[in-house]
């Protein structure tokens, strides 16, 4: 741009900078002020005579930028390049008094009288500076308000997706942010929620036929949980774009919402509580409303017991068997959640950390059950027992959960005090009535001055008097004549006093027999104080008194059968362990004259050391479980002596309670042990000689034995000779003999092998402790295969039927277990009824470290009277003609089944069939077989 010097100086001078609001400065190619407007003087301090000719660099230039403006002057003035030309820059300007300032500035180049010139246009931003500075802190404050509030706040686009959440909404809803833009405010609604109605609004507010609306609803987080929210939408247009939206504010309203249903539950719980009159049924109402409202999966209440040792189960719901009956009665010195309520007064609402972080030994033991709440149950400043609640899930319990829970126990602790009262007053009610019906004939009521004036049918019944006979005094006629005066005296005195009475007398009753009476009246009056009437009950204690006398009498036997016996007796207090002791119990002691002070540590310093420690195990052990302490140790004497002796003590236990009392006698016993010493001795000389005499017989058994085997064996041979001959002449001279002599050849015969087939027999029994005993790991399933083989024709030519189970595998000899079991089958093929074909079943059971065979037919049956002579040699129940046999196989199978240490015996029905059963030992491990 290039101006003439006047028009220069004209156009510089003019009015327009002189009204503009922006500082024009003008300068030269030097750098020197050749302009400066009225805006540059309120700009800078400076008036336009003192800026001319001034440095611009020295003038208005901070002094940290003064040299890098000099350097780029000059740099153009040499290059003609500046970045600066032409630029809206914003930088910092220094006014006269040294403030450094924010600025817009503006450069051009003028040629002014052929110079080259520069014009600034210069803006003080300081304002716009400080207002967009607040702005900005203004707006950053929002954010972290926004952000760090509690009210959750959120921009959903007019389709109902959510676009910007603050953290609040987050943790109400339990979605992170970028999880929610992609879903819509519909998908974390509850579906009762979303009516046709609340939808709608948001359609209007979105269409700009609505403004503003506040309603509450649910929604369902993440988690799945149901919260509460009360939410306020207003429509929101972008002033430049039009793009519109809206923006929601949601206070989380949960809390006051299970507080208004708690409040709700809080008023039903109060009103059936009212009707509840049973502890039981106070406790099945609170259950009914808390379990459901906080979705308990069990709950229960323990009481203190009258002796405030033990928590008591009131009842439970949700339980297993066992844990109730595990709960069912808790001391309360254990380390549990309850009992800490129970001691403390202080309720828990803990989760499943905190339970095992507490309580590590519970570890296990809390089945299905993850978090759990115990309130105390509070009558005023008393714990009177805890309401416990448990929870499968880990669950989290708010401060409304919390307040509910302790108004419900508050509530259930006053209704079952309540409930008790009633009872207790209900019982009290039957208790008088019951004792009006029971002493209805002694209930009397007398007129102020003390006599009869109307009827008495109590008394009348209980005596006889009738009216006229007892009205005034004439009911002193009843009282036994030695009792009378003193009767008398003390009614008067009690009349003319106004104060109750009671006393005892004999009474004569309508039989003409005395009985004792306690006889107490209590005067009633009006409210000022005006004695109306008297009212009095007779008590008959005869029985009572016979009783007492009774009881003096047996312990006066009592104490001469221990004096007799030479025992002591004593009692000892389970508090501080003091005693009261007979002079016997002393003179045990070495104490003649008696000791005053006794305790129970009195008595183990007398008790020997090496005794000391078992004697006051089994003491501590008696008093837990209060059962009888019995012992017999040594001790030492007074004088220095050293005793046996033994005690006896009992607690005495009482109905509602701990026992506070051991009552117990003691001997000296010392005699008895030196004559228990003496038998000692005798029997260990005794116990020598059995030995020796048993060893005697097992070897005169042996050799018994032995010779049954040898003279069994010997005999075969010889009978053999007499069978094979006496066959030759029956087939040699068959026919040529009369029919009586053929007939004797042939019982010969018969009789020749039934002889070798007992023979036999008694071999094989002999043979049972005579040979080595080989036993082994045995499958009786294999045994029972190769048996059913070589029975075969047996069972073919009767029709038989023989099975068996899968048997399991048995330690025994296997030669032995095949007869066993092949005696016992054979039995069941051999004595089977007429007409109906054998049946033969085998099945064992494994029981402990044994198996037990069932052998079981359905044969003839025995009668029960043989089920023991069976088992004995030779025990024949029937004929040789009806069924063959010696009467060795049963005694056989006794003597087998006995050698391997096992049992045998049999169940039977005559005419159904008989189980033989037996056991026997289940194979070794190989640690046993090892022998370890």
């Keep these: 741009m290039t101006v003439s010097n006047s028009q220069g100086n004209d156009l510089l001078t003019s009015d327009l900078l ?34 001319l000719g001034q440095a611009m660099n020295e003038l208005i230039i901070p002094p940290a930028f003064q040299a890098a403006h000099q350097h780029g002057m000059a740099r153009y003035l040499e290059t003609g390049l500046a970045k600066v030309l032409y630029q809206r820059l914003r930088l910092e300007a220094q006014r006269r008094d040294g403030e450094i300032f924010p600025c817009e500035l503006v450069i051009h180049e003028v040629q002014i009288q052929g110079a080259r010139s520069f014009i600034a246009s210069l803006r003080d931003l300081t304002e716009q500076v400080r207002a967009e500075t607040a702005l900005r802190k203004r707006e950053a404050d929002h954010r972290t308000l926004i952000e760090n509030t509690a009210v959750g706040v959120a921009r959903v686009d007019i389709e109902g997706r959510w676009l910007e959440v603050n953290p609040a909404i987050e943790r109400f809803l339990g979605y992170s942010e970028a999880e929610l833009r992609g879903l819509t405010f519909r998908d974390v609604s509850h579906p009762d929620d979303l009516s046709q109605h609340n939808v709608g609004l948001f359609s209007r507010l979105v269409n700009g036929e609505g403004g503003t609306f506040t309603l509450e609803k649910r929604y369902i987080r993440k988690d799945g949980v149901v919260v509460w929210g009360s939410v306020t939408v207003s429509p929101v247009v972008d002033p430049v774009t039009g793009y519109r939206s809206t923006v929601a504010v949601i206070h989380d309203i949960t809390d006051r919402k299970r507080a208004e249903e708690y409040t709700e539950r809080l008023h039903r719980v109060t009103a059936d509580l009212a009707r509840a009159l049973t502890p039981e049924a106070v406790l099945d109402v609170t259950l009914a409303e808390v379990m ?7 709950g229960g209440a323990l009481l203190i017991d009258d002796s405030e040792d033990y928590l008591e189960a009131l009842g439970h719901a949700g339980y297993s068997e066992e844990m109730e009956r595990r709960f069912s009665r808790v001391p309360l010195t254990m380390s549990l959640p309850v009992t800490d309520t129970a001691r403390t007064g202080e309720p828990y609402f803990l989760t499943s950390q905190e339970l095992l972080e507490r309580y590590p030994h519970l570890a296990g033991q809390r089945e299905q059950f993850r978090s759990g709440a115990g309130l105390p149950l509070r009558v005023g400043d008393q714990i009177t027992g805890v309401l416990v609640l448990s929870f499968s899930d880990d669950r989290l319990f708010s401060g409304a959960d919390q307040t509910f829970m302790t108004s419900v126990a508050d509530q259930c602790a006053q209704a079952i005090e309540r409930a008790r009262l009633y009872e207790v007053s209900r019982i009290s009610v039957q208790r008088y009535r019951s004792l009006v019906e029971t002493t209805s004939r002694i209930v009397w009521t007398r007129s102020p001055e003390g006599t009869f004036d109307h009827d008495q049918p109590q008394w009348t019944a209980f005596t006889g008097q009738r009216s006229p006979e007892l009205l005034g005094m004439g009911w002193l006629d009843a009282v036994h004549p030695e009792d009378r005066a003193r009767t008398a005296d003390s009614w008067q005195n009690a009349v003319s006093s106004g104060t109750p009475y009671e006393t005892k007398y004999r009474l004569r009753r309508a039989d003409g027999m005395f009985r004792h009476m306690h006889v107490r009246a209590i005067p009633l009056r009006d409210d000022d104080g005006t004695l109306r009437e008297w009212i009095g009950v007779h008590t008959d204690i005869t029985e009572r008194l016979e009783a007492e006398l009774a009881l003096r009498e047996s312990q006066g036997r009592l104490r001469f059968a ?66 009888a302490w019995d012992i017999e140790c040594r001790i030492r004497r007074a004088d220095g002596e050293v005793r046996w002796i033994w005690t006896r003590g009992q607690a005495q236990k009482q109905p509602h309670g701990r026992a506070r009392h051991m009552l117990g006698i003691v001997g000296d016993i010392t005699v008895l042990k030196r004559a228990e010493a003496e038998v000692r001795a005798l029997n260990v000389t005794l116990e020598q000689r059995v030995r020796e005499r048993t060893q005697e017989l097992e070897r005169s058994n042996r050799d018994l034995e032995q010779f049954a085997y040898v003279a069994s064996h010997d005999l075969q041979e010889p009978l053999r000779t007499v069978t094979s001959y006496t066959e030759l002449l029956a087939r040699r001279y068959g026919g040529q003999l009369d029919e009586k002599a053929e007939k004797y050849m042939t019982f010969t015969v018969a009789a020749a092998r039934r002889m070798g087939q007992l023979v036999q027999d008694l071999l094989d029994f002999s043979r049972v402790r005579a040979e080595n005993h080989q036993v082994s790991r045995l499958d009786p399933n294999e045994v029972m295969v190769t048996l059913i083989r070589d029975l075969e024709e047996t069972i073919e030519a009767n029709g038989a039927a023989v099975s068996w189970d899968n048997l399991p595998a048995v330690h025994a000899d296997a030669v032995q277990f095949r007869q066993l079991l092949q005696n016992l089958i054979g039995n069941g093929l051999k004595f089977h009824r007429d007409g109906v074909a054998p049946a033969v079943h085998v099945s064992a059971r494994i029981e402990g470290q044994s198996a037990h065979f069932q052998v079981q037919d359905n044969g003839i049956g025995i009668e029960r009277q043989y089920f023991d002579r069976i088992f004995a040699v030779f025990q024949r129940l029937h004929t040789r003609d009806r069924y063959q046999g010696t009467g060795v196989g049963l005694a056989l199978c006794k003597r087998i089944v006995e050698r391997h240490g096992g049992q045998i015996w049999l169940d039977s029905v005559p005419g159904e069939g008989t189980t033989f059963h037996f056991t026997l030992q289940l194979p070794l491990t190989e640690t046993e077989a090892a022998g370890v």
């Design 292 to 298: 459901p409202a906080m979705g308990a999966a069990a």
């Design 18 to 51: 002189s009204v503009a609001l922006d500082a024009f400065i003008g300068i030269d190619q030097h750098g020197r002020v050749i302009e400066w407007n009225p805006a540059a003087e309120r700009t800078f301090g400076y008036t336009r005579q003192e800026a």
């Design 562 to 627: 221990l004096e007799a016996a030479q025992l002591g007796d004593w009692e000892m207090s389970l508090h501080d362990h003091s005693f009261r002791q007979s002079p016997r119990h002393d003179e045990i002691f070495g104490y003649p004259q008696g000791r005053p002070h006794w305790t129970y540590e009195t008595f183990l310093e007398h008790v020997l050391p090496e005794d000391r420690e078992d004697v006051n195990r089994k003491f501590t052990w008696a008093m837990e479980q209060e059962e």
